[in-house]
């Protein structure tokens, strides 16, 4: 229930008191609480999809108007529509196409910013982190954590496309970015490609390696074809009516999100299963990697196919249903909102 209108008289008296405050640099709280602390989430995102057949002749020609040397590194952001200009995807994640060309490198550098990387189309590209390289495969997760030196570079024969997933709203907010550029244009390798996925990703550890939680993983690829044998493993039964058959990646070392900011999960829909709508307060960018069918996001619907991207923002309900076997890939801030005790899902 509205409390009464206050009469003319006492809505100037408190104009006057509000003007006066304001030159103190106050401001009342009982103007604003309703906004401050709202009965639910009001995310200002909204819902989209980028279907990538529509948008990979644009990011094509990103490659014929600047050099990856040039740019430093040739992204278009996927900007939410409802925060144009503000590079973010969601309140609190960035996300964008990167293209590598034949021959090119994207010079080494480093950032406190964390970032995922999820490769779409094209081969012969490889990523380089703190000295040891990855072969970049479709359908790949790799992961350059928070101040690792990485470049990327296209030893193939044909352009190469990935997602690129940062938490740059996340430390922009905290006023905790900074960011330096190697003076060599690529690493020289320190290590053979499958070190760290040997040394860190096969249930052992090396014998002194002693992890903090937060710490992120050094196993920075985790390959589409390990996905894709975990998820069919597991597809066995009804699938969870929410969510199919999802799992999520870890840090094997500590069972915690791979990176601290953060969150990636790889869910399976059986042909013809229609998920039941489920929400949550980690706004969440989707990605289908094999597959297709329908999304109804709150109360907007798409179809979608291999490679189209589509946001769900906080506590808007997500329901799926796909026309064949699918493979979907998501990340969110949900590692964030779990340390902060905020995180909450409900399954309608």
């Not at 200002?44 to 002749?57: T, V």
């Not at 190697?182 to 860190?200: N, V």
């Amino acid at each position: 229930m509205h409390a009464a209108k206050p009469p003319p008289d006492a809505q100037r008296e408190r104009a006057d008191y509000y003007a006066r405050i304001g030159k103190q640099h106050m401001t009342p709280l009982w103007e604003v609480l309703g906004a401050l602390v709202p009965p639910q989430p009001r995310p200002l995102a909204q819902a989209a999809l980028w279907r990538y057949a529509e948008l990979r002749d644009s990011v094509l020609e990103a490659g014929r108007l600047i050099s990856a040397e040039e740019a430093e590194r040739r992204v278009l952001i996927l900007e939410n529509p409802a925060l144009r200009g503000q590079s973010c995807i969601t309140n609190t994640l960035y996300a964008g196409l990167q293209l590598i060309l034949p021959g090119e490198v994207a010079p080494a550098h480093r950032h406190t910013q964390s970032a995922l990387r999820l490769v779409l189309d094209g081969a012969g590209a490889y990523t380089a982190v703190d000295g040891e390289r990855t072969t970049m495969r479709r359908g790949d997760f790799i992961i350059t954590p928070a101040w690792t030196w990485h470049d990327h570079g296209n030893l193939g024969s044909e352009p190469v496309v990935w997602l690129d997933g940062l938490d740059i709203p996340i430390v922009r907010f905290l006023d905790a970015g900074f960011a330096e550029k190697s003076e060599a244009q690529t690493q020289q390798p320190l290590r053979p490609e499958g070190d760290a996925l040997a040394r860190y990703g096969s249930n052992m550890v090396p014998v002194d390696y002693h992890p903090a939680v937060a710490e992120p993983t050094r196993v920075f690829v985790y390959p589409f074809e390990t996905t894709q044998a975990a998820l069919l493993g597991i597809a066995h039964g009804a699938p969870d009516p929410h969510h199919g058959f999802k799992l999520r990646y870890v840090n094997p070392a500590t069972g915690a999100s791979p990176m601290p900011t953060i969150g990636a999960f790889a869910q399976r829909l059986p042909a013809g299963f229609e998920t039941r709508a489920v929400r949550s307060t980690d706004g969440t960018v989707v990605v289908c990697l094999e597959g297709g069918g329908e999304v109804r996001v709150g109360d907007r619907d798409w179809r979608f196919q291999e490679n189209d991207v589509f946001v769900v923002p906080s506590w808007q309900a997500l329901q799926l249903r796909a026309d064949r076997d699918s493979v979907l890939f998501s990340f969110s801030d949900r590692p964030v909102q779990q340390a902060l005790g905020l995180w909450r899902e409900a399954r309608l």
